[in-house]
């Protein structure tokens, strides 16, 4: 027991000296980078917008670095004969790798839970920061249970806009109920109408009712109806997409429901959906990584070619990285089962590792 609480504590440690290293690296390409990106913006803002992004970035990261931590605690361990010795006392290879499995599964559902939450809001934080920077909150959308909620801007004024449904890309919308506000601020017009699509920098509205909203007339006897009119928009269906943001800007505990919104509201949810059982099968790639790196890593020094050894389990890591996100990538884009795209990568990484482990130990 005091052997595995030592590897446990081992390998732990090895994995927050290395985050650090990642962190600290980060924080410098990000502030550069946002310094490039808002030129004249003041500082204190371009530094917010890097501390933002940094939890998402280490997080992307986490898979990475609990390789790279057990294929230096490994390597450490084999060049100081700690390894020798452990099995000299009887501990075979599979019983020496146990503990940091154990820690970097539990580091997975840490992630799962905590690292999760966390993510999503600092994430949503800097896409509204960024969009007040980029164009000062002219436009944005949200879904909810009484369907889809969007506003657009321009130097004419806001409109804001709700309907009840909307196709897949958003750019047609159904039941639809369009607010005017001239630049000052007070409404100016409403319009309802059976649907609406976006083209051409435009609103082209199918059977329209019109409300001037002038203080001076009543409005509903002004009322008119059209069977087809233009409303321009600055808006385009790559911007409506945006708005959507990332799945990993809403928490774990939340995309349920916000899953059930979007279908209700007409839009499809594969992508989050898809990102749900990536997250939830994080903590199996993690384990997964420990065993890939135990299989090139764990030998004794004299054994010989240790950079050839350490080469192979880095680019065996990150070539599973990229499966994973191949998968992940495909599956949003419908070209593979949701269950394939998120538990086939990480399952199979498992699994060739622990083959891998118990080809090369002899039990």
């Not at 399952?347 to 083959?355: H, I």
Request: net charge neutral; hydrophobic share 50%.
């Amino acid at each position: 027991m005091i052997l595995h609480f030592y590897l446990a504590r081992r390998f732990f440690t090895m994995f927050m000296a290395i985050l650090a290293i990642f962190a600290l690296l980060q924080i410098l390409l990000d502030f550069i980078e946002q310094l490039r990106r808002f030129d004249g913006v003041p500082f204190g803002t371009v530094l917010r917008l890097t501390l933002l992004k940094l939890p998402d970035g280490l997080y992307q990261l986490i898979p990475l670095v609990v390789a790279l931590a057990a294929i230096s605690m490994f390597l450490s361990m084999a060049k100081s004969s700690e390894l020798v010795v452990a099995r000299a006392s009887g501990r075979n290879g599979i019983v020496l790798i146990v503990a940091p499995c154990l820690v970097a599964f539990a580091i997975g559902l840490f992630a799962l839970v905590i690292g999760n939450p966390i993510v999503a809001s600092t994430s949503k934080r800097l896409d509204v920061l960024t969009d007040q920077i980029k164009n000062d909150g002219a436009s944005s959308l949200s879904i909810g249970s009484e369907g889809l909620w969007l506003r657009q801007g321009s130097q004419d004024g806001q409109t804001v806009i709700q309907a009840r449904g909307a196709d897949s890309q958003g750019t047609r919308l159904y039941d639809v109920d369009f607010l005017t506000y001239a630049p000052e601020g007070g409404p100016q017009m409403r319009i309802i109408a059976r649907s609406a699509e976006l083209k051409d920098g435009a609103w082209h509205i199918d059977r329209a009712k019109i409300w001037h909203l002038d203080e001076t007339t009543n409005a509903e006897s002004q009322a008119t109806f059209h069977d087809e009119m233009r409303l321009s928009s600055p808006l385009t269906a790559a911007d409506i997409q945006d708005r959507f943001g990332d799945p990993a800007s809403v928490p774990i505990w939340d995309l349920p429901n916000f899953i059930s919104q979007l279908e209700t509201a007409g839009f499809t949810a594969r992508r989050y959906i898809v990102w749900l059982h990536v997250e939830l099968a994080r903590p199996v790639f993690l384990l997964s990584m420990v065993l890939i790196a135990a299989v090139f890593t764990m030998r004794p020094q004299r054994a010989g070619r240790v950079g050839l050894s350490v080469l192979a389990a880095i680019m065996l890591g990150f070539g599973l990285y990229y499966v994973r996100n191949v998968a992940q990538v495909l599956g949003e884009n419908g070209q593979i089962p949701v269950s394939f795209a998120a538990w086939v990568p990480p399952s199979a990484a498992f699994m060739l590792g622990l083959g891998l482990v118990l080809q090369r130990e002899d039990g």
